[in-house]
């Protein structure tokens, strides 16, 4: 590890992924999370403000994790190579989530029998959940550590599945039903969006006790973690998290009690996720893997890193540029009248 430029773009490119995978997880979190409520929701009126509300950006949101998983294999391959057969059946039943939600996504508005809505609406919200799901135990895995040997994943096929990743994985669907129901408050209005406002107050304390009981897991996995949130000094750099945690969640209930500023939820939402990821950062910082494997130790050579970066100086603000101009351009309330076919 050196002190020069290899420090310093490794460490660039771990913020740079990091960002992705937030973004992703914001983004396309929402669209996944109006996945999840569908059941709740039978009427078809309901259903079709629901998709209407994401179609013009649910698809080009997995942009970022197209990047944050081709930033991965590409900056830091070791991570990649170690990380893909310890997680594998999280990650295949996440892709192939993805894409039969994506597939229902578009059938819905095409079938024109009631058996066929039927089946591409439970299609839309299993593909949705399972994504969800399969997420929050993919993040659970990695934080309880993964074993490795030499430079190679050494551990067994089921080691992935534990109560604390099952414990992750509720937790991140329950965090992105929460989103939805935020994104549903901004994007209708009147009795439309009621219930939607009723839901997201009953998901926001679900998603604050489940960020509760992983932070309060999460310490107890690693002795690492444990010294960091519990140990003099290194307390201090971590104390500011769950005070900032405490105060958006006291501002997100007032938003959502009180009638206005129906864009004010979602953006708290967002800020509270950041604040689960800062603290996730803060819990495994420098590694990549945890216990041992360091963003050092798996970054690519510095010639590589640095052909990729002129690419991504390149490329980043284009996809930020158009991502922003699609919000911008669809943003406002959604017109019950009009909408995808």
Known sequence: MGLGVDF???VAWALVLAL???????LDGFDLGIGILYPLFPKKRSRDLMMNAVAPVWDGNETWLVLGGGGLMAAFPLAYAILLPA??????AMLLALVF????FEFRWKTTSRFGRRFWDMAFFGGSLV??????????ALLQGIEVEGRAYAGGWWDWLTPFSLLCGAAVAAGYAFLGACWLVLKLEGEDQTPFRHLARVLGLVTVGFIAAVSLATPFLEADYYQRWFTWPQMLAAAPVPIAVAAITLLLARSLLHEGRDWLPFVLGLALFGLCFLGLGLSMW???IPPDVTIWDAAAPEKSQVFMGVGALVLLPIILGYTGYAYWVFRGKLDPEKGYH
């Open 8 to 10: 310093d773009l490794t």
């Open 20 to 26: 992705a995978v937030w973004i992703y997880v914001v």
């Open 87 to 92: 997680l594998y059946p999280p990650i295949v």
């Open 101 to 104: 939600r994506g597939v229902a």
């Open 131 to 140: 994504a969800a799901l399969a997420q929050g135990i993919t993040l659970g």
């Open 286 to 288: 420098p590694n990549v």
